[in-house]
């Protein structure tokens, strides 16, 4: 079974791509048409498009379009994070850290999407990879790190408070924030503060 914050990191991946773009096979989705949307998508992936590539992959990982005539998902998310996409390469490290979308787990390659991604400031990775820390995932371990990650989520979620995802990053159910702090020394707690406010997205 997928964690539910897996699938709710896919769905929103999705939502932040079609809001922010205008793909060839968008009109056909919302037409109901998820066959044409994906013949389309398939053709702007091969072309070089990004968010095609990511939003085949969405639609043959919640099985609107068949494995059997487009491959696995992590396929095209592999793609379009070749691309530049972030939510792609996040996508990737959801893959990786629970064998699914058609790649075995692999908790050091989940590690290294999530940072390809969360580097350049995307939140939900920043979020993932202080799970990870939290989790005891990451060989060395280091709760500074993980704390440095789940304070820029946490500062990124701010800014979109009202938003489901971005609430429960704020929330954090699991706790992995507690766990981490919990782990920690004061002084660990200042340099990981410290660490998070010098921090700057990779371009």
Known sequence: MIPKFAIIILLMAFTLCAACSHTP?????????????????????ELGDPDAALKLGLLI???????????????????ACDLGSLPACHNMGVAYEYGQ??????LGKAYDYYLKA???GFMQ????????YSNGYV??????????????????????????????????PPGHKATLVNRMTKAQIKE????????????
């Open 61 to 79: 990982s919640d099985g609107s379009a068949p494995e059997s005539k487009y491959g696995e998902a992590s396929i095209w998310y592999q793609k």
């Open 125 to 132: 990775s920043q979020y993932n990879l202080a799970s990870l």
């Open 25 to 45: 096979g968008d009109a056909a989705l919302r037409g109901g048409h998820p066959d044409a949307a994906a013949d389309l998508y398939k053709k702007g992936a």
């Open 101 to 106: 979308n058609g790649v075995s787990k692999d």
């Open 139 to 172: 060989e060395p371990p280091n709760d500074v790190e993980g704390y440095k990650w789940m304070i820029l989520s946490q500062d990124a979620a701010l800014n979109c408070s009202t938003v489901p995802l971005c609430k429960w990053i704020l929330e954090d």
């Open 192 to 203: 990981a503060q410290a660490l998070a406010e010098a921090w700057k997205p990779k371009q």
């Open 118 to 120: 969360a580097d350049r």
